[in-house]
Nanobody, 128 residues
């Protein structure tokens, strides 16, 4: 059973940076797609970055490309999201997600339906 736990959220001023962490358990040596989603009040949950554990391939939504970096420390069982040049539109609850499949399979990597494991989320608030 895969379990995910996010941390690292907080409040920051526009232009600042934050690094989110997603500690995982139960991720085996197989192929997993791990991703970061976010959901702002009144909006749909959207995928912002994804990481293929077998190939190390990364995927980014256009809204964060060039500002966010997703990475994974396999030894620490941790997925990271380095967020730079934050703006108020980045304010949201950020969720870590995982599925035992390739990121490009089926509806992935930006569909919520692609993932069957989710963390509880960590809040990011960016003030102007």
């Amino acid at each position: 059973q895969v379990q995910l736990a996010e941390s690292g959220g907080g409040s920051v001023q526009a232009g600042g940076s934050l690094r989110l962490s997603c500690l995982s358990s139960g991720i085996t040596s197989g192929s997993y797609c791990m991703a970061w989603f976010r959901q702002a009040p009144g909006k749909e949950r959207e995928g912002v970055a994804a990481f293929s554990t077998r190939a190390g391939v990364t995927y980014y939504a256009d809204s964060v490309k060039g500002r966010f970096i997703v990475s994974r420390d396999k030894a620490k069982n941790t997925l990271y999201l380095q967020m730079n040049r934050l703006n108020p539109e980045d304010t949201a609850m950020y969720y870590c997600a995982a599925v035992g499949a390739f990121c490009g399979d089926g509806s992935g990597p930006w569909s919520r339906n692609h993932y069957n494991y989710w963390g509880q989320g960590t809040q990011v608030t960016v003030s102007s």
